[in-house]
């Protein structure tokens, strides 16, 4: 499906034409209402917030590109900080500040975000819907004047939805003792199992993430204790020829309690995913009903008054983590690892061709001689001994390759106590540096735990504190990825056809080629394949992508200019029957190559979506011959493609 105007609207991100929308229809619609319920305290408010407020807007706008700030800095400076300081206004502003009205609902923002979560459970706090987040909401809200609800109403809707779902099972533990006694050269052991109850912290479903933890049983090292007793034994005394006197005498015998005492317990492993499809979800419904404008703008407040937010990023994911079908390596990759990277992938949310990249690097798969660096790092991936262990550890304090005993080094329960990033992968009661899966999952972990999904490069960066480091595990990564195939499970593509052209999708043919009206009279360049779920993509026949965008938000809507109207899309040239062709791909929720590279037959290239202009989700498919050149040389697909 085109859209008028593409070729400058490929060019703007989903976020550029986000804030440009801001620009040109939020300021009429917020400001005015804005200013008059808030204008004075406001005022003060910004001077308050002064330089760092300022600061944080800009920085928001500079990742919107200099062109695109000159055109609605102007217009947003004003109203933004208005709306910012206000928010800052509501979180930290006391009564002298507010209005009494405005202060009541202060509190009663603050207390709705304290009650979000059980507060006598420390595991729980960190999930706390925040107050600031309810206020940035809530300023778009107020100034809507259709709202269905009161503020108060409003605030409780939004915090109810957005409460994190907590969950926990019952575990049973217990403390083995093993006790021998030792006397007269006899020895008796008597085991015993003493079972306890622990209500493990299992998942938490939150505002903006998903938390799983790995709850693993462990033992503790044996504590042995051994106490030495003696006892009293009467004995008669004996005469000269060893006959009894009838007299006694108490002999003492001497014996030991050797004491063992272990206790199985849980050692427990976060992996945490970006999610925002509660808030997603919360904002675009009742009584709310924002777009996708609107809930950038809570965004953009949010991060002004200091809040960490990725619903942009989220929102235009291109992520191909937990792809159910198979992932074939290119030549650059030992197979016999594949397996360790995707368990540790589905583990972390951190891509295997990544980890792939950090292995290579570290130790070109496991082939340096010794896997020991200069720097005293060790393992299949590289770990400090006091990364591994945790630099709470005895002696790693300015020390990172200070030798641990292998013990503790390989003790899981060691390294839970001191906060390393060691895991005992394989589940065979140590972890090691040494173990590959040990040591790629841990790198996961790291990764994870480093703030994976809200920046790759700087968790990168916390690896080796390197920025060239940084730039050669992407180089690498992006090799990996480009070289790799993504093979569908079996039934989910059409059937290939050899030396000719397959079927694109499966699904049901909704829109041919032609006239059409929708919402009004056009042609329709191409032939329409929906479905219900978000099928597998693939090419039509062996050729090169000459054209890959991403980046547009997974849910478009009619009229949408995203990737020049057709979303997430792809371009792909072919040669069949010694004649070339390019298609165009529109509407992807993800796509999965990128420009250059050689697909084949049958590949998977992306996914059905609904990205761009688009009411559905759908496939938008063109054929042109020999190449893409507007409409002028346009084919009907249907000629050339099975459409059953």
Known sequence: MRIAGEEKAQEESALKRGAKNVAKKQAKKLGKKALKKYGKVAAKAAAKAGLAA??????????????????????????????????????????????????????????????????????????????????????????????????????????????????????????????????????????????????????????????????????????????????????????????????????????????????????????????????????????????????????????????????????????????????????????????????????????????????????????????????????????????????????????GSFQIPEKDMNNPIIIQKYGGYGIDADKNGKASPWEIKDAVFATARYMNAMGWQRGKDAAIFNYNRSHAYVDKINKYANKFKSEATLKPADGEIPKLVPGSFMRPTVGRNTSGFGPRSLGARSFHYGIDIASTTAPPVVAVADGVVTRSVTGCPPNGRLGSTCGGGWGNHLWVKFNVGGRTYEAVYGHLSRVAVGNGQTVKQGQMIGNMGNSGSSTGMHLHFELHSPARAGNSNVLNPALYIPMN
């Open 54 to 399: 300022v600061k944080a807007v800009i920085s928001f706008l500079i990742g919107l590109g200099a062109p695109l700030i000159l055109t609605i800095i102007g217009v947003l400076l004003f109203l933004v900080l208005v709306l910012v300081a206000t928010a800052m206004l509501f979180s930290w502003g006391e009564s002298t500040d507010l209005e009494s009205d405005a202060y009541e609902l202060k509190e009663y923002i603050q207390q709705a975000s304290y009650n979000s979560v059980d507060q006598s459970k420390p595991e729980q706090r960190p999930y706390q819907v925040p107050a600031e987040l309810i206020v940035s909401a809530m300023q778009i809200y107020e100034a809507n004047s259709k709202k269905s609800a009161s503020s108060k109403e409003a605030v409780d809707l939004f915090v109810e939805a957005l409460k994190p779902t907590f969950h926990y099972e019952i575990q049973e533990g217990y403390i083995e003792s093993v006790q021998t006694t030792c006397k007269k050269g006899k020895c008796r052991t008597v085991e015993t199992e003493t079972p306890f109850e622990l209500n493990l912290f299992t998942s938490v479903q939150a505002w903006d993430r998903t938390m799983v933890m790995d709850n693993t049983a462990h033992f503790n090292d044996w504590q042995e204790s051994v106490l030495h007793r003696t006892d009293y034994e009467k004995t008669p005394i004996l005469d000269e020829d060893g006959k009894p006197t009838g007299k006694y005498w108490w002999k003492p015998i001497p014996y030991t309690i050797t004491t063992k005492v272990r206790s199985q317990t849980f050692v427990s492993t976060p992996a945490e995913t970006m999610d925002y499809s509660y808030f997603d979800t919360v904002l675009r419904g009742e009584p709310f009903n924002y777009g996708q404008t609107d809930i950038q703008m809570v965004e953009a407040i949010y991060m002004a008054t200091g809040g960490d937010i990725r619903y942009s990023e989220w929102a235009s994911g291109n992520s191909f983590i937990d792809f159910g079908g198979t992932v074939i390596p290119g030549s650059s990759i030992p197979t016999k690892f594949m397996e360790v990277y995707l368990a540790a992938e589905k583990a972390y949310k951190v891509e295997w061709y990544y980890l792939a990249a950090f292995h290579y690097v570290e130790t070109a798969f496991s082939t340096h001689p010794t896997m020991i660096s200069s720097a005293g790092a060790v393992g299949h991936m590289q770990f400090l001994p006091c990364t591994w262990v945790g630099w709470g550890y005895p002696g790693c304090k300015g020390n």
